[in-house]
């Protein structure tokens, strides 16, 4: 019997992508699912460049996808802000590239973007710490925030030409397998470090004071696999924030590591942590992702935080 879904996964070997394959392959439904990992690392199904346009096109032709989900992305806003053009190109062209062959070569595919609420940018300042909702502004301060609020925009466009899209702001995640390019696992590589014996009790961050919404990866992913494989077409065509709805205080998040570790170690603010654009709050209102998908968090912060530093204490373990 032939597989009823087929998913295609751009950016399947990141870390988004390795834990939403996870994810698929174990989700509970009634038809049988067929999962293609799909990116530039060697270890995927298939081999493919999303700023190539005949390689996507046969990737499509070849899998016949019933749905597509697209993480394929330059996803560190610092990677981002050092070449912004390289940024441009993936984020913005490819997703152009990837919605375009799925419009024209598999009208009939459902096609999910991974967005970010680093779109808002401004908008979180102008509502004074609420909680922005999908019809706020798209104000990005940042070169990353810009590309995928491009990207935003132009898949929600092209709905209206027959694009079966479905769009995600998802606000900041972490989780096991995480780099060191984001503030938790910045924070627990550290601390795991420290504990192991192979850096001095010192650790080096940025601007503590800043409120985020934060999640789980496994949250997140849970969402990218309800619509990839949900049959509601009164989904398609929508754009849904996903979020805890809660701001916290990135001081609260490295006193939670630092507690679990049992350790004293000192805080210092290191100039190279410090981000150019900061907003002070950023916090999300998934109420229509309740409402339309039935989706809400699952795991609490501090377990994914612990989850966070057990992995980076696996990771140096393994080096030292």
Not at 138 to 156: E, N, Q, R, S
Not at 289 to 318: H, K, N, Y
Request: with cysteine; glycine share 8%; hydrophobic share 45%.
């Amino acid at each position: 019997m032939p597989a009823q879904h087929r998913i295609l996964v751009t950016g399947a070997s990141g870390f988004v992508g390795t834990w939403l394959m996870r994810t698929l392959r174990d989700f509970p439904v009634d038809s049988s699912v067929e999962v293609l990992s799909a990116g530039r690392d060697p270890g995927c199904d298939c081999e493919l460049d999303v700023t190539d346009k005949a390689v996507i096109t046969a990737a499509l032709r070849d899998f016949r996808p019933t749905a597509v989900v697209h993480l394929a992305a330059i996803a560190a806003p610092q990677e981002a802000r050092k070449d912004p053009s390289q940024a441009w190109h993936v984020n913005f062209q490819g997703t152009m590239n990837l919605a375009s062959a799925v419009l024209h070569d598999a009208p009939d595919c459902r096609f999910i973007f991974a967005g970010s609420s680093e779109a808002y940018g401004q908008s979180f300042a102008e509502i004074s710490g609420g909680a922005v909702s999908e019809d706020c502004a798209l104000k990005p301060m940042t070169i990353y925030g810009a590309t995928k609020a491009a990207a935003d925009i132009a898949v929600g466009q092209m709905y209206f030409d027959g694009l079966r899209s479905i769009r995600f702001r998802p606000f900041n995640h972490t989780g096991p397998g995480q780099t060191e390019a984001y503030v938790i696992p910045a924070f627990a590589s550290q601390i795991a470090r420290i504990e192991a014996g192979v850096a001095p009790p010192v650790i080096e961050v940025g601007n503590l004071g800043a409120h985020r919404d934060f999640l789980d990866v496994r949250d997140v992913v849970r969402a990218y696999a309800l619509a990839a494989l949900g049959d509601d077409i009164e989904v398609e065509g929508k754009v849904f924030n996903l979020a805890s709805g809660k701001a916290v205080e990135i001081r609260s998040i490295l006193n939670t590591l630092i507690r679990l570790s049992g350790r004293e170690i000192e805080v210092v603010v290191s100039p190279e942590r410090v981000r150019p654009v900061d907003i002070p709050m950023a916090r999300g209102d998934a109420g229509a992702a309740l409402s339309i998908l039935g989706w809400e968090p699952q795991f609490a912060l501090e377990d994914t935080i612990a989850a966070v530093l057990s992995d980076w204490r696996a990771r140096v373990d393994a080096t030292a």
